[in-house]
T-cell receptor, first 117, second 113 residues
Framework: AQSVTQLDSQVPVFEEAPVELRCNYS??????LFWYVQYPNQGLQLLLK??????LVESINGFEAEFNKSQTSFHLRKPSVHISDTAEYFC???????????????FGQGTELSVKP | GAGVSQSPSNKVTEKGKDVELRCDPI?????LYWYRQSLGQGLEFLIY????????KSGLPSDRFSAERTGGSVSTLTIQRTQQEDSAVYLCASSLHQGLEQFFGPGTRLTVL
C-alpha cells in the first residue's frame, strides 16, 4: 500500500534560519512526489514536484526537495526562511496514471511551519 | 483565467439533513478529484472523475456519500443524512489529465450541528 509520513507536525523557526521539513514515502511501485503549501485561510497550492529526471527539484520561492530512492525520502529544504513562509506544508505521492490509479494524491499528515521574527 | 471554484464556501446544517457541494473545475480539465480535510483524519481522497465517469470511488466513507459530474465539467458531492463526523473542509481539485498537477479550489467548510 502507498503511504506518506511527515515526521514533524510542527516546526518553529526564526526568520532567516534554514529549515528542513521531512517526508518519507512507502510504495511498492514508482511514485510521483509533490509538496503542496496551504497559507492561512487559502487553498492548497503546488510548491514543487518530482516526476522523473533530476532528483533535485526547486520552487520559485527558494524551496528545494531531493528525491532519495534508497532512503524513500523527499525532504523539503530552504536555506533562509521568511515570515511569509509561515504555512502548512503537505507532502504527497501519486502513482499517476501508470497503474490506472487516476493520479489521486496520498497526503502526509502535514507540517505547520511557523516562522518567528 | 479562472481557477477551481467551489460553492458554498461555508455550510452549516443540522444532523440528518442532506447537503450538496458544488465544484467548478478549470475549463478543459478532464480529471476532477474530491478530498476531505478534517482535524482527526488529515487530507483524504474521496473520489476521482475522468470525464463524467468515476473510475475510483474508493475513498467515499459510506453509502451516504455520492457524487456526479455532468458535461465533463461541474461536479456535485452529495451527503445524505449528515452526521457530525461529516464536518470537515471538502476540497475539489482538477487537472488537465489524470496524473498531472492538480489545482485545488478554496474548499467548502461543512459544519453539522
Amino acid at each position: 500500500a502507498q503511504s506518506v509520513t511527515q515526521l514533524d507536525s510542527q516546526v518553529p523557526v526564526f526568520e532567516e534560519a534554514p529549515v528542513e521539513l521531512r517526508c518519507n514515502y512507502s510504495s511498492s511501485v514508482s511514485v510521483y512526489l509533490f509538496w503542496y503549501v496551504q497559507y492561512p485561510n487559502q487553498g492548497l497550492q503546488l510548491l514543487l514536484k518530482y516526476l522523473s529526471g533530476s532528483t533535485l527539484v526547486e520552487s520559485i520561492n527558494g524551496f528545494e526537495a531531493e528525491f532519495n530512492k534508497s532512503q524513500t525520502s523527499f525532504h523539503l529544504r530552504k536555506p533562509s526562511v521568511h515570515i511569509s513562509d509561515t504555512a502548512e506544508y503537505f507532502c504527497d505521492s501519486s502513482v499517476g496514471m501508470i497503474y490506472n490509479q487516476g493520479g489521486k494524491l496520498i497526503f502526509g499528515q502535514g507540517t505547520e511551519l511557523s516562522v518567528k521574527p | 483565467g479562472a481557477g477551481v471554484s467551489q460553492s458554498p464556501s461555508n455550510k452549516v446544517t443540522e444532523k440528518g439533513k442532506d447537503v450538496e457541494l458544488r465544484c467548478d473545475p478549470i475549463s478543459g480539465h478532464t480529471a476532477l478529484y474530491w478530498y476531505r480535510q478534517s482535524l482527526g483524519q488529515g487530507l483524504e481522497f474521496l473520489i476521482y472523475f475522468q470525464g463524467n465517469s468515476a473510475p475510483d470511488k474508493s475513498g467515499l466513507p459510506s453509502d451516504r456519500f455520492s457524487a456526479e459530474r455532468t458535461g465533463g465539467s461541474v461536479s456535485t458531492l452529495t451527503i445524505q443524512r449528515t452526521q457530525q463526523e461529516d464536518s470537515a473542509v471538502y476540497l475539489c481539485a482538477s487537472s488537465l489529465h489524470q496524473g498531472l498537477e492538480q489545482f485545488f479550489g478554496p474548499g467548502t467548510r461543512l459544519t453539522v450541528l
